[in-house]
């Protein structure tokens, strides 16, 4: 038998029996959002372009190129820099570099020998005056850079005429010659040195005022966030279900095993509509087995799918209900008995009456029967025919029947089988096989309790 499909239980039961997925997923949307919506939130963006200047030894060389004495990629590592970010913090009276570094980037201007300094903040006068602090304290450190190098060759060039002293008076020999053009080509350099541009570039746009937010607005992150979580969550949520071969409902029981004679829900603390409750699901269940036999109701066997399921209280609610009409006994079957059982009543080792005890109801006893004795020689039919005229009604509680072969021959013995599932352990292929089990003995199966369902 095939269990029901997801789509007859309905997306919207789905939901319900899953709530703690989507709740969590719901809460993880939440989390993503305010994450999302900090990085892809409102901002501002500001731009500063700087046009870089060639810084050569001779300004006045000819065919120099600027593109021959400037390198564009260390020209960008150095204004990104944490130098230059520390001098931009300290224009600003920023305390942090990082607060500077983490909302700017530096990058090259296409092809041009420029610099752009992007920066994205809370407000627009903020990141315009990132930017341009971004973009002169690039300049400035250059500047300074520049300035302090040709100081140091100038003075290098300095000492060095010192030692070479002044120029001679009149003839001089080869010696003094050499010296003489020595003195020259020194004076010549520093000349050249002085004349150096010690600018290493142009502010040529500086930031403006940015008039609307840039990016994406902070609640769209947030929505989009919620969004996916909630239809991942969802997504999941009907995979467990598929997956999950619990018994729901009743719709799920008649999929597989037939007419559902009743349910019962589960106890809470013993309280008066629970007993009532309970009380009416009896009824009903004895009204719907008098009609499911021809005969009269004697022999009724309780049997869950597995082991598991609450059949002793079914059995003990069904026996307490069957006990105003000509008195009924409850039957445990238990494989290991420590005391007398029914068994030993059979083999005649006790009287029947020694090991009928009296139960909680009138007209109620309880007895045990062990089927994993000795005595294998006696059927499960001749160690129950020794409760005949003793009381109209007998309630078996029977082992599960996919677990023991003894289930099955207690079914066979009975004028009744029923079969107790628990809607949140018992799965349909387990309930499915059962019925299929006693279907193959040729049992009288009658249809299921199902336990543990809402009201």
């Given at each position: ?49 700087v046009a870089l200047r060639p810084v050569v030894a001779d300004p006045f060389a000819p065919n120099v190129r600027p593109s021959d004495s400037i390198d564009v990629a260390t020209e960008r ?379």
């Amino acid at each position: 038998m095939t269990p029901p499909a997801l789509a007859e239980r309905g997306y919207l039961e789905v939901a319900r029996r899953r709530w703690p997925v989507l709740a969590g997923s719901v809460v993880v949307g939440l989390l993503l959002g305010s994450v999302t919506g900090s990085l892809s939130g409102d901002g501002y963006t500001s731009e500063s372009v700087v046009a870089l200047r060639p810084v050569v030894a001779d300004p006045f060389a000819p065919n120099v190129r600027p593109s021959d004495s400037i390198d564009v990629a260390t020209e960008r590592r150095v204004a990104a820099s944490r130098v230059v970010a520390g001098k931009a913090a300290a224009a600003l009276g920023v305390a942090e570099i990082d607060e500077i570094q983490d909302v700017s980037k530096v990058e090259l201007v296409g092809e041009a020998l420029a610099l752009r300094f992007t920066v994205t903040d809370d407000t627009p006068t903020e990141a315009r005056d990132k930017a341009d602090a971004l973009a002169n304290a690039y300049l400035a450190h250059r500047r300074e850079a520049t300035e302090a190098l040709v100081t140091d060759m100038v003075t290098s060039i300095d000492l060095e005429l010192l030692a070479l002293g002044g120029l001679p008076v009149g003839e001089v020999d080869a010696a003094t010659a050499a010296r003489v053009t020595r003195i020259n080509d020194l004076q010549a350099q520093k000349a050249s040195l002085l004349a150096i541009p010690v600018s290493p570039g142009t502010l040529i746009d500086p930031a403006r005022l940015a008039e609307e937010p840039s990016g994406t607005p902070a609640w769209i992150g947030r929505v989009g966030a919620l969004a996916l979580a909630v239809l991942a969550g969802f997504a999941i949520a009907i995979g467990l279900d598929r997956w999950d071969r619990r018994i729901r409902g009743a719709s799920d029981v008649i999929e597989v095993a037939g007419p559902v004679l009743a349910m019962v829900p589960v106890a809470r603390g013993g309280s008066a509509a629970d007993a009532n409750t309970r009380s009416e699901a009896m009824r009903l269940l004895r009204l719907r087995l008098e009609r499911a036999t021809t005969g009269p109701l004697g022999r009724i066997v309780l049997v869950p799918p597995v082991t598991g399921p609450p059949v002793e209280d079914v059995a003990m609610a069904l026996a307490t209900e069957l006990a105003g009409d000509g008195g009924a006994v409850l039957v445990r079957i238990d494989e290991q008995c420590t005391g007398p059982n029914l068994v030993d009543a059979a083999a005649g080792r006790i009287t029947i009456e020694e090991v009928l005890q009296q139960g909680p109801a009138p007209g109620l006893r309880t007895t045990e029967m062990d089927l994993g004795g000795e005595e294998s020689s006696l059927s499960v039919a001749e160690v129950l025919s020794q409760l005949d005229g003793r009381a109209n009604h007998v309630v078996c509680v029977g082992p599960a029947v996919l677990e023991s072969a003894a289930g099955l021959e207690l079914a066979v013995a009975s004028d009744v089988v029923v079969i107790v599932a628990d809607s949140h352990t018992t799965k349909l292929e387990e309930l499915s096989a059962t019925v299929d089990a006693l279907d193959g003995v040729k049992a009288h199966y009658a249809g299921t309790v199902l336990v543990g369902t809402r009201r």
